[in-house]
């Protein structure tokens, strides 16, 4: 987890969240959606500033949406929503990227293989019995969304900026499965060796 975003986000959207706690979570996600749809267009059209302003909401209703869950109690739907739609966006804005421009087709799509893949492995890990692997591997969700509105304001002054963002994607999304891979290994194997014994 290269910029620990989560783990500064609850306690400064708590106020905030406290009192949004009647709006329903769920909105908030779809909330975060729009956004991701207006951060596709925006980079289809090259327009910069928007994209920028887009990520930002993007990335607050990200976290605000967790807040506010955790706040009403967390449902099985809500969960599957927030994890659904945040890949439906993930995958909107990469692609916007492409489309736009801002990087090359490979590289694109090596970030949207490592992002998804990223958040596979998590879900596939926590479903077999870690309850939390938050903090596993060099950058995970909470992280794309912040370094790529970096990127984008670099973007500003350096016409190559969100390009390089997106390599350093691609490595350091790829790199975070196969930490998680590894993790997992350590983690199941050693389990299979304790019921062997047992």
Do not use: H
């Not at 706690?21 to 909330?31: D, E, F, G, R, S």
């Not at 506010?68 to 739907?77: D, E, F, M, S």
């Amino acid at each position: 987890m290269l910029l620990r975003v989560k783990k500064y986000s609850e306690r400064l959207l708590l106020p905030l969240g406290k009192k949004l706690q009647k709006i329903p979570a769920n909105v908030l996600t779809i909330l975060g959606l729009c956004f991701a749809i207006c951060v596709f267009l925006f980079s289809v059209i090259q327009f910069l500033s928007l994209i920028i302003i887009s990520l930002i909401l993007v990335e607050f209703f990200d976290q605000l949406d967790g807040v506010v869950a955790r706040l009403q109690g967390p449902t099985k739907l809500g969960s599957f929503l927030d994890s659904t739609l945040d890949r439906i966006g993930d995958y909107l804005i990469f692609i916007g990227i492409i489309i736009g421009g801002y990087t090359d087709l490979y590289i694109g799509l090596i970030t949207i293989a490592g992002a998804f893949l990223t958040s596979y492995t998590r879900a596939k890990i926590e479903s077999l019995g870690t309850p939390n692997l938050y903090g596993v591997g060099l950058l995970e969700r909470t992280d794309r969304v912040p370094i790529l509105l970096i990127g984008s304001i670099f973007q500003l002054w350096f016409p190559t900026a969100i390009y390089w963002t997106m390599v350093f994607l691609a490595i350091g999304t790829n790199i975070t499965v196969i930490q998680r891979i590894v993790f997992a290994y350590k983690k199941f194997a050693n389990k299979k060796e304790e019921n062997s014994m047992s």
